[in-house]
């Protein structure tokens, strides 16, 4: 006679948890903000120049807002200055502010008479800022350097450039 022996087969599991975390972080912004102040805007401005008629030059803006010019530019008195900006968020935490690169910032007058802007510089140590309680310390100018040809055609020139400000 032949016996069965019957085993219970009884499933086993077994489980963990895990914890799911995340950080929000407040948005950062960045604006652009007067001097001393002021609610205007401050912009970067080179102010009034007289080119050569047989040599083209530069004319450069520090972070200071002290103009110099180069080549066949002579410059005339009137307003110049570096902009000036704000960044805001989380208090402690770093950001990168990136300029503008060469070859990619254009004033116009109209007509396709334009001038570049390149060589972009801050008032930063390097290219990052951390973000304080203190208003004021989130502050950076910039400046940067115009080109102008030979003849450059009379006129008021402008346009826009980016800056831009990325939690590390």
Known sequence: MATLLAF????????????????????????????????????LAFGTITPSSTEGGTVTISTDGVRSAGGGVTLVSSTVGAARFRVAGDTGLACTISLPANGIVTITKG??????????????????????????????????????????????????????????
């Open 8 to 43: 219970g087969s009884e499933a086993q599991a077994a489980s963990v948890s895990a914890t799911a975390t995340a950080t929000v972080r407040g948005a950062i912004s960045i604006s652009n903000i007067g001097n001393g102040g002021s609610a205007t805007p401050s912009n």
């Open 111 to 168: 007509g396709g008479i334009n001038m570049s802007i390149n060589d972009f510089t801050s008032s930063l140590t390097g290219s990052s800022l951390t973000i304080s309680d203190s208003p004021s310390s989130n502050e950076f100018t910039v400046g940067g350097t115009l080109s102008l040809i030979a003849n450059q055609p009379s006129g008021d020139y402008s346009g826009t450039f980016t800056v831009t400000a990325n939690y590390n």
